[in-house]
């Protein structure tokens, strides 16, 4: 890697297979005042993925600091290539002061970090030996222009000279003051599948629609503007969390599937990371083959046991073990 890009690998793990998930983002540290922990939406699907031997490639960049050699310390806990980590000897790693209240988190965002400058270049000779089958991405790592420009890179690379167009899913992500509608619109444009949850559905109606906010997912309104949202973009699919209540996919062929009975977790510590959990579980399906509803219904379910631990992934990797069990059984 060109030594200009200030990227350098972290871990000697063997090179990054073919048919791989790429992941585009933030890697960041949560910090909860009494704990800190590894984080953000991409990292933490990135992570999930690899937790279940799913090939996966990390494009991010992180501060040479302490909350860096956290991060990179994931890295090598959850044994991923590091060909996609960048280090950035000016800018501080990621960091996010989160306040658990009893309605949810609240997110206080600083500017100017790491993550705001994955450079291109390195990104995508990082990505030279891959075959992209998905390539993931949100919002928040495009809120400044250098990372919002590598990521249109990735995109475009992921669809030239491949015999199938790599899948692209959008989480949405959306963090109060780090968005605007522009970026919003022309990441649903470059998108295939769309993951949100309800709030940021209402937002996406307040810009495009003029539906009132109480009105429910159940609603036929409801429904036929979530139709027209996938028309005005071109999607393929739109799939809207419900958090404990389950989720709803939408289907470009018409297909409607609902989630409503999924199991409870036994307690909730907190929610952070469980829309993560959703969207890694559904990539996974998908690389493996799983039919739609099977994979939904599983997403729905490990999301739901994310909530259950502390921070968006569990503390000991032996937490997967009785989903690859259970999964491989059924």
Not at 80 to 96: H, K, N, P, Y
Not at 148 to 166: H, I
């Amino acid at each position: 890697m060109p030594a200009a890009t200030g990227a350098r690998p972290v871990t000697s793990v063997a090179r990054v297979a073919t048919e791989t998930t790429v992941v585009f983002g933030e890697a960041l540290v949560d910090d909860f005042v009494s704990e800190q922990l590894v984080g953000g939406a991409p990292f933490n699907v990135a992570r999930h993925l690899a937790a279940f031997m799913s090939a996966q490639l990390m494009i991010t960049r992180i501060g040479d600091d302490h909350n860096g050699a956290a991060v990179r310390a994931e890295f090598e806990r959850f044994a991923m290539s590091a060909a996609g980590l960048q280090l950035d000897r000016l800018e501080e790693t990621g960091r996010v002061l989160v306040e658990r209240r009893p309605g949810g988190q609240r997110y206080v965002i600083p500017p100017r970090q790491a993550y705001d400058f994955i450079d291109a270049a390195a990104a995508l000779e990082a990505m030279a030996g891959v075959t992209p089958a998905a390539i993931y991405f949100g919002t928040l790592a495009q809120r400044a222009p250098r990372s919002r420009e590598t990521l249109q890179r990735l995109l475009d690379a992921c669809s030239a000279g491949n015999a199938t167009r790599a899948t692209r899913l959008l989480d949405l992500n959306l963090r109060d003051g780090q968005t605007d509608r522009g970026c919003v619109s022309a990441s649903l444009k470059a998108a295939d599948i769309v993951k949100l949850n309800e709030e940021e559905l209402q937002a996406l109606f307040g810009w495009y629609f003029e539906i009132d906010p109480a009105t429910t997912l159940d609603s036929d309104e409801v429904r036929a503007a979530c139709r027209a949202l996938m028309d005005m973009f071109a999607l393929d699919a739109l799939i809207v969390t419900l958090g404990h209540r389950g989720s709803v996919y939408f289907g470009a062929d018409g297909a409607l599937i609902v989630n409503r009975d999924n199991p409870a977790p036994p307690f909730v510590i907190d929610t952070t990371g469980a829309g993560d959990a959703f969207a890694a579980i559904f990539l996974l399906g998908r690389a493996r083959g799983w039919p739609l509803a099977q994979t939904l219904e599983r997403a729905n379910e490990f999301a739901g046991a994310i909530c259950a631990v502390s921070g968006a992934v569990p503390a000991e990797l032996g937490f997967y073990d009785k989903w690859v069990a259970r999964w491989q059984a059924g």
